[in-house]
């Protein structure tokens, strides 16, 4: 069961990032996340965004050189 959690709480901050969470699906989370699952995942998301913005960057930097 804790897996099914920990991929809703990934799931729910990914669409979070965009901005495009409806109200129920929130509401849906709300009662079923706790706090330290949704703050892990966001940090985990967060940290993996901003990996991925300076992977994308070196690779065009390297492809411009």
Same mark, same amino acid.
């Given at each position: 069961? @804790?897996?099914?959690?920990? /991929?809703?709480? *990934?799931?729910?901050?990914?669409?979070?990032?965009? %901005?495009?969470?409806?109200?129920?699906?929130?509401? @849906?989370?709300?009662?079923? /996340?706790?706090? *330290?699952?949704?703050?892990?995942?966001?940090?985990? %998301?967060?940290?993996?965004?901003?990996?991925?913005?300076?992977?994308?960057?070196? /690779?065009?930097?390297?492809?411009?050189?």
């Amino acid at each position: 069961m @804790a897996e099914r959690g920990n /991929l809703k709480a *990934a799931l729910a901050v990914f669409w979070s990032f965009f %901005g495009v969470r409806k109200r129920r699906d929130y509401e @849906a989370d709300a009662q079923s /996340l706790t706090p *330290a699952q949704i703050i892990i995942a966001g940090l985990i %998301g967060g940290v993996t965004f901003v990996l991925t913005i300076l992977l994308l960057v070196y /690779l065009v930097l390297q492809f411009v050189k």
